[in-house]
């Protein structure tokens, strides 16, 4: 049974998902304001590839947010090892993907997702999750801050984050930490 907020449920991600997944990382993988490949293309750049290939492989942990009628977000993680492992994973640490569909940002799902995400990954025994965001993505990193994620480098506009588990407090104890923006940006 999934924690339910405003009519949205959410539960474990399955392989069923995959689809939903592919079009949630199509949304992450890409920048508003440019021009985004296509969907297949996007789809193949290994980057994203590792993020669904197989999905759900071994290892995998993964949440869908839906409404009685459909899915409308995902956050999942996975490790990435040989091929699929990029210049600053860790073979033991998970890397997080999440989406909300558009229509449905800025209501609380993707916070209930990266709960509902943290707290599974904690049961199955995961010590840290890590990710990468754009600076600009204001949502995004919002979100990661909120959820206890903190910076562990910086590469141009790119943001590296890790949440670590086990010394992370449980959501509903945790203070909440807001990001402000520097002196002189405007963020709305
Ligand atoms: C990032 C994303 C998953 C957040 O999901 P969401 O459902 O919009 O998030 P929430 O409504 O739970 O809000 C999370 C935080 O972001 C803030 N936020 C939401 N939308 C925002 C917006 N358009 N501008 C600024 N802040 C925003 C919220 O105020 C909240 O911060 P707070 O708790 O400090 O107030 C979603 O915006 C999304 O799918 N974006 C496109 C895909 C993407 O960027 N994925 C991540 C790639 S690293």
Same mark, same amino acid.
């Given at each position: ?17 995959? #689809? ?29 590839? $590792? ?19 459909? #899915? ?18 860790? #073979? ?22 990266? $709960? ?45 984050? $890790? ?11 945790? #203070? ?8 002189? $940006?405007?963020?709305?």
């Amino acid at each position: 049974m999934g924690e339910v907020v405003e009519g949205v449920a959410v539960r474990d991600a399955r392989s069923a998902d995959l #689809p939903f997944i592919k079009l949630m990382l199509y949304e992450a993988a890409n920048r508003p304001g440019e021009a985004w490949p296509s969907f297949e293309e996007s789809m193949e750049e290994l980057r994203n590839r $590792r993020f669904w290939f197989n999905f759900a492989r071994d290892g995998d942990i993964g949440v869908v947010a839906e409404t009685a009628h459909e #899915p409308i977000g995902a956050a999942w993680i996975r490790r990435f090892g040989g091929e699929e492992k990029g210049p600053l994973d860790d #073979p033991d640490v998970p890397v997080l993907a999440i989406g909300v569909v558009e229509q449905w940002r800025g209501r609380g799902v993707g916070t209930l997702l990266m $709960r509902s995400l943290l707290d599974r990954a904690r049961r199955s025994g995961v010590a840290a999750i890590d990710l990468t965001t754009g600076a600009f993505n204001e949502a995004g990193v919002r979100l990661y801050y909120a959820s206890g994620f903190v910076d562990t480098g910086r590469f141009g506009d790119a943001i590296r984050m $890790r949440a670590r588990l086990a010394t992370l407090m449980p959501a509903t104890t945790r #203070p909440r930490y807001r990001w402000r923006a520097r002196p002189g $940006r405007s963020w709305r």
